[in-house]
């Protein structure tokens, strides 16, 4: 079996982790070239045109992994409003078109979702003893935990950092030594040793950061090629970025604390209710609650990141004008037709309203 798995932020690291322990080779485990602009070409070249984002990209990822040989393919299947529970079986359509003779594997993320991802691992490792595949699934994810707590200090660093580019440096090299660690208690110290490294960095100490908010769709969200590295572009302009998504607290609350009763976005979701009183699919409920919060605790701004065509964000989309918590929000829709320069433009115009306010309402 020669397994390809799509991109989707830093989740090939924790996938290689767990291969590596499964004894499983870099032919048996195929993870793709970072998504490129020739993995975007891919997808839209075999995707219906009306397609969101992230089929497209992962469509794109893949080809490229067929391209290397991969015979089974790793997707994520869901139950939801929209068109994530679509992926697989027209992905698997598209490939056996272009004569791929692919097998589709499939990971629910919708219900069941530990015992999805472990009884995945059990049927890949030859039913190896239930300890073994729970230890094994501890050391992968536990990669993945390092890198988003690398990544909130990343977040804060970046926007006071006086040598623009430092700390996405240090980010960059954090990934590499914690994708190559082969030992939990390695990937403890590593993380402790870049926190410090980040803490080093150079910063201004005058310095008020604006602060902005990041919601909208997961995959548009956590994905930087699909947002052509937004928070990186916002960190040079002096943003603080906040967001409260990343793929660790989805993994700790979908994975262990929902099946508690344990409910990551209670409060979210609270404070939606007068303006949208259900879910809608995707993260769209997420975003309008999202937004009132982020007014509330004084964030400056909100950028609202949607794949173009995404119904639940385009839902969100349309109810954030009338929530009567006022901040200022800036759309941004992710398709293959957007382009760097002029999201660069948006975000300069955005930051400098946002520091116009600020400077209004007496703030530096
Ligand atoms: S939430 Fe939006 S972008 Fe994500 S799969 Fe659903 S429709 Fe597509």
């Known amino acids: 079996m020669r397994v390809g798995v799509p991109h989707f932020g830093n989740v090939h690291v924790p996938l290689r982790a767990i ?54 393919l790793l997707q994520a299947r869901g139950t939801g409003i929209c068109r ?16 791929y003779d692919v097998h589709f594997v499939t990971i629910d993320v919708s219900h069941h979702k530990l015992a999805s991802i472990l009884q995945l691992i059990k049927r890949m490792c030859n039913d190896a003893s239930w300890p073994r595949i729970i230890s094994i699934f501890r050391f992968g994810i536990g990669k ?15 926007a006071v950092e006086l040598e623009k580019g430092k700390a996405d440096q240090i980010y ?9 660690a082969r030992k939990g208690k390695e990937v403890k110290e590593l993380t402790k040793q870049y926190i410090e490294m980040l803490h080093r960095v150079p910063q201004d100490p005058t310095s008020d950061p604006i602060k902005v908010g990041i919601v909208g769709e997961i995959y548009v969200v956590l994905e930087p090629f699909a947002n052509m590295d937004i928070e990186v572009e916002l960190g040079k302009l002096g943003v603080e970025v906040r967001r409260t998504m990343s793929l660790s607290r989805w993994i700790k609350y979908s994975l262990f604390l929902n099946p508690l009763g344990i409910d990551e ?47 639940p964000e385009i839902v969100a989309q349309n109810i954030m004008p009338a929530t009567k918590e006022d901040i200022p929000v800036l759309a941004v829709l992710c398709d293959e037709q957007m382009a760097k320069p002029g999201m660069i433009t948006r975000l300069e115009a955005f930051v400098d309203l946002l520091k116009f306010r600020r400077r209004r309402k007496g703030r530096r």
């Open 19 to 72: 291969g590596q322990r499964l004894g499983a080779s870099d032919k048996e485990l195929i993870i793709p070239p970072p998504t490129s602009q020739r993995t975007l070409n891919l997808g839209v070249k075999y995707s219906p045109q009306e397609a969101c984002l992230p089929f497209k990209l992962t469509l794109g990822n893949l080809i490229e992994a067929c391209e290397l040989g991969a015979d089974t």
């Open 172 to 180: 960059r090299d954090a990934i590499g030594v914690i994708d190559a």
């Open 144 to 158: 993945l935990f390092a890198l988003d707590k690398i990544e909130k200090v990343v977040q804060r660093v970046r």
């Open 84 to 99: 994530l529970g679509y992926y697989a079986k027209d992905q698997e359509q598209i490939l056996r078109d272009l004569n």
């Open 265 to 311: 976005w209670k409060e979210v979701h609270k404070a939606a209710m007068p303006y949208l009183k259900r879910d809608v699919g995707g993260d769209g409920w997420e975003s309008v609650g999202e937004k009132v919060i982020h007014a509330r605790e004084h964030s400056d701004g909100l950028i609202h990141l949607a794949p173009f065509t995404c119904m």
